[in-house]
């Protein structure tokens, strides 16, 4: 019988394209969205890429008003894992609203453990962040580099780490993988889904390939004082898509232990690229221009992270293959191809 798993977040960026390697590897989803972050659009991609067994149920994790709901939908869909992405992610607005994000991180959080105890589906990844290791290690950074989160948001992602630590060291029937994301960007080869950020992007990439489309008219560098070699901030950019066959792999190797337990698995490609390099790979493969003026430093940014991916490759056999070339080239079939994301009319 196929595997089914649950999918927190599933029609968002990350979420979509895990689903659509699940499914293509032959397994069931069932994906809880609140589509709060994500376009219903996105669902009618994945089936669309990905033919097989996909339910939705469009419920909020963070309201107790669907608790009940979601447990039973759970447990109706004979879930046996789950993979948790949903949850906010700005860093700016988890400072402005910390409890918002307290709320809705840590509640969804409950709410799907909850759930997953009640379907007796003890098996959980979660969708944690390379943001966990703050200011405090050089880089490569392990999973055994020093925590401590710079803002509310990150403090989530610790937080609910260490809440499945807890659960797993006192039921030994859990199984937690919790995945510290680098920088994700790229988009499935197809073009067809991609991250869609609502208003101003964040995030470098959004924002590079809003500029080479003609949605914005120049990037904003923050900072070439940085001491690296160009000046400019420098991280592990990973594809998406390599991202999310990472959960494949954390979920395979939560089924073949023996008993259960809770470990932390970087996932970054080992190498780092600047603002201006990725500017460059991104000009590259556009053909595009992207200008760019240099502005001050952001608050809250760091010089240089990038990952020791080799947990990763030891305990999962997985390790990152597509290039920046790779991931600038899907990143702008999918941006050039829905210049307006998902509400993109074709
Ligand atoms: C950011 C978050 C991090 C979160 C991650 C999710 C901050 C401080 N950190 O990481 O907590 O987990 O997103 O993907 O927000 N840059 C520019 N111009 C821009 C945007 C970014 O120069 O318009 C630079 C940044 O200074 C940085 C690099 O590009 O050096 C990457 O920035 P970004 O994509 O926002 O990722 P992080 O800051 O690493």
Not at 4 to 33: N, P, Q
Not at 74 to 97: C, N, T, Y
Not at 242 to 268: P, S
Request: charged share 25%; with cysteine; glycine share 10%.
């Amino acid at each position: 019988m196929a595997q089914k798993i649950v999918v927190t977040g599933g029609a968002g960026y990350i979420g979509s394209h895990v689903a659509v390697e699940l499914l293509s590897a032959g397994r069931d989803v069932l994906i809880i969205d609140d589509f709060s972050n994500a376009h219903p659009e996105a669902l009618a991609r994945i089936k669309e890429l990905a033919p097989g067994n996909l339910e939705l149920l469009e419920r909020d994790l963070a309201n107790p008003a669907h608790n009940d709901d979601i447990i039973a939908a759970v447990k109706a869909f004979g879930a046996d894992s789950a993979i948790h992405l949903a949850g906010l992610k700005a860093v700016g607005q988890s400072v402005a609203e910390p409890m918002l994000y307290y709320r809705t991180n840590i509640g969804a959080s409950l709410t799907l453990i909850r759930a997953l105890d009640a379907a007796n589906a003890k098996t959980i990844v979660f969708s944690s962040s390379a943001t966990v290791y703050g200011e405090l290690n050089d880089s490569p950074v392990d999973e055994a580099g020093k925590t401590g989160a710079a803002n509310p948001y990150g403090r989530t992602k610790l937080i609910i780490e260490d809440m499945l630590k807890d659960l797993a060291a006192a039921d030994g029937a859990w199984r937690v993988v919790n995945l510290r994301y680098f920088n994700p960007v790229g988009a499935h080869p197809s073009g067809r889904i991609g991250e869609d950020p609502n208003g101003v992007p964040n995030n470098l990439f959004p924002f590079i390939a809003q500029v080479a489309v003609g949605r914005r008219k120049k990037l904003m560098v923050f900072g070439d004082d940085y001491p690296t070699r160009d000046g400019t901030g420098i991280r592990d950019y990973i594809h998406v898509s390599d991202l999310a066959r990472g959960h494949l792999a954390a979920l395979d190797y939560l089924a073949g232990l023996e008993n259960g337990g809770a470990l932390d698995i970087n996932l970054g490609t080992g190498a780092g690229y600047s603002v201006l390099e990725a500017v460059a790979a991104f000009k590259r493969a556009s053909n595009r221009d992207v200008p760019y003026e240099i502005a001050p430093r952001r608050e809250g940014d760091i010089a240089e992270v990038y990952a020791n991916a080799k947990l990763a490759q030891k305990l999962l056999g997985w390790r990152a293959e597509k290039t920046i070339d790779e991931m600038c080239a899907d990143h702008w079939r999918w941006q050039s191809n829905n210049p307006d994301g998902y509400n993109t009319k074709v």
